[in-house]
């Protein structure tokens, strides 16, 4: 961290998340964006509606699972998702497609060790391919743990 005379100045990325999982960015000019009460306020990313809503999704299965719901937008509306965690109690292969009305298109594969995970963020988000598309998974093997956050528009 370098510092001037007002104070630290921040170099680099910096790739932090807020308690309830939101990420942190640097806003245009380099800085942090930060509310009047004194907290930071998480900067959404460019390919986000300006109208859409900040949300979080938990999705848990036991055992192995075969196109579970992760998330479902409502009518008129696209998942963004901004943070990924994904955790498996046994080695699995782990896939999320999006529900595209032509046929399922992934957007995330990989191959898990036992008791392990992966915690994702996405900076521009990823986003559904079209309205009302659910966000699904598919995992081979063990018990499955997904926390998402992002914004639905």
Request: net charge negative.
């Given at each position: 961290m370098a510092t001037s005379q007002d104070g630290p100045t921040i170099v680099g990325g910096l790739n932090v998340t807020t308690?309830?999982?939101?990420?942190?960015?640097l806003d245009d000019d380099e800085r942090l964006?930060?509310?009047?009460?004194?907290?930071?306020?998480?900067?959404?990313?460019?390919?986000?509606?300006?109208?859409?809503?900040?949300?979080?999704?938990?999705?848990?299965?036991?055992?192995a699972v075969t196109d579970g719901i992760v998330w479902s937008p409502a009518s008129g509306k696209?998942?963004?998702?901004?943070?990924?965690f994904i955790g498996v109690s046994a080695a699995s292969?782990?896939?999320?497609?999006?529900?595209?009305?032509?046929?399922?298109?992934?957007?995330?594969?990989?191959?898990?060790?036992s008791n392990s995970g992966v915690a994702l963020p996405f900076d521009p988000?990823?986003?559904?391919?079209?309205?009302?598309s659910d966000l699904l998974i598919t995992s081979t093997a063990g018990n499955v743990?997904?926390?998402?956050?992002?914004?639905?528009g």
């Open positions: 308690r309830n999982g939101k990420p942190l960015t964006r930060v509310t009047p009460d004194g907290s930071v306020s998480p900067v959404t990313p460019s390919n986000v509606p300006a109208d859409a809503v900040a949300v979080k999704k938990y999705y848990t299965n036991a055992g696209r998942w963004y998702v901004g943070t990924l292969t782990v896939t999320l497609e999006d529900d595209l009305t032509a046929g399922d298109s992934p957007v995330f594969k990989m191959e898990f060790a988000a990823l986003f559904s391919g079209e309205d009302a743990y997904v926390t998402v956050t992002g914004w639905e």
